[in-house]
């Protein structure tokens, strides 16, 4: 389990190098060609993101997008998940589409595109909170973190990892917290495996770590589960 350390050195924050972070869902289903449109909750839901979007893209010159694995292209496609729609993390991207992009780079590039498309959005290969924040001070950019991520699976019957009745507790449990900022929750949380969780959940541990750090003096966002799975769509602005 990943741990933040309270007495990490300053980060220079204040200086404005980190200036927004955002959160959003991995789901396929914000891509119109994938999910079509008119349906209020998918709508919702879709709204909510792209609204994380314009945030960080009015916010900073560039995005890091946290990751667990490497990306082997910069350039995507939804192909796999049924519409050839190209997505990219860099603008004027003329190389190959990669139809085995990781799809919370999928996610980014697609956010990016749409709403950013003169920004770059480069990955972070996530190792500690500690080696994320020299990364981010070395940049002389006004820098954006961007967190693609999930709740819980496993909120209603028909969710993707089945039902199970303490789903809704823990989700209702890191929904708050991150709302209110209540970071020693999430660092602190349990059951993320039990409850569909465990592939987030060093990526909700280093945001907290990150917003504990930064302190930041906006936020604004919402959550929902319209599908049995725990969405959270919000922004930090320093």
């Given at each position: 389990m990943l741990s933040f350390d309270a007495t990490l050195p300053p980060s220079g924050y204040g200086d404005g190098v980190l200036t927004a972070v955002g959160l959003v869902p991995s789901a396929p289903l914000l891509v119109p060609e994938l999910s079509g449109a008119g349906n209020p909750d998918v709508d919702a839901v879709r709204a909510a993101t792209v609204e994380?979007?314009?945030?960080?893209?009015?916010?900073?010159?560039?995005?890091?997008?946290?990751?667990?694995?490497?990306?082997?292209?910069?350039?995507?496609?939804?192909?796999?998940?049924?519409?050839?729609?190209?997505?990219?993390?860099?603008?004027?991207?003329?190389?190959?589409?990669?139809?085995?992009?990781?799809?919370h780079f999928l996610i980014a590039a697609w956010l990016r595109t749409?709403?950013?498309?003169?920004?770059?959005?480069?990955?972070?290969?996530?190792?500690?909170?500690?080696?994320?924040?020299?990364?981010?001070?070395?940049s002389a950019d006004r820098e954006a973190l961007l967190v693609v991520a999930d709740?819980?699976?496993?909120l209603t019957p028909k969710a993707p990892g089945a039902f199970h009745p303490d789903a809704p507790a823990f989700e209702e449990k890191l929904d708050t917290a991150i709302e209110?900022?209540?970071?020693a929750t999430v660092l602190e949380l349990d059951g993320w495996d039990e409850f569909g969780a465990g592939e987030s959940q060093r990526l909700f541990q280093v945001?907290?770590?990150?917003?504990?750090?930064?302190?930041?003096s906006?936020?604004?966002g919402t959550h929902a589960a319209p599908f049995g799975v725990g969405y959270l769509m919000r922004t930090w602005v320093a």
């Open positions: 994380v979007g314009r945030v960080l893209a009015t916010q900073a010159d560039r995005w890091t997008v946290l990751s667990l694995v490497e990306s082997r292209s910069s350039k995507g496609t939804f192909r796999g998940f049924g519409a050839d729609v190209e997505v990219s993390l860099r603008p004027g991207d003329l190389s190959n589409a990669d139809s085995e992009m990781p799809l749409l709403t950013a498309p003169a920004i770059e959005a480069r990955p972070y290969v996530l190792g500690t909170a500690t080696e994320l924040f020299t990364a981010l001070d070395e709740g819980s699976t496993m209110i900022g209540d970071w945001l907290a770590g990150v917003l504990a750090e930064m302190r930041p906006e936020t604004r």
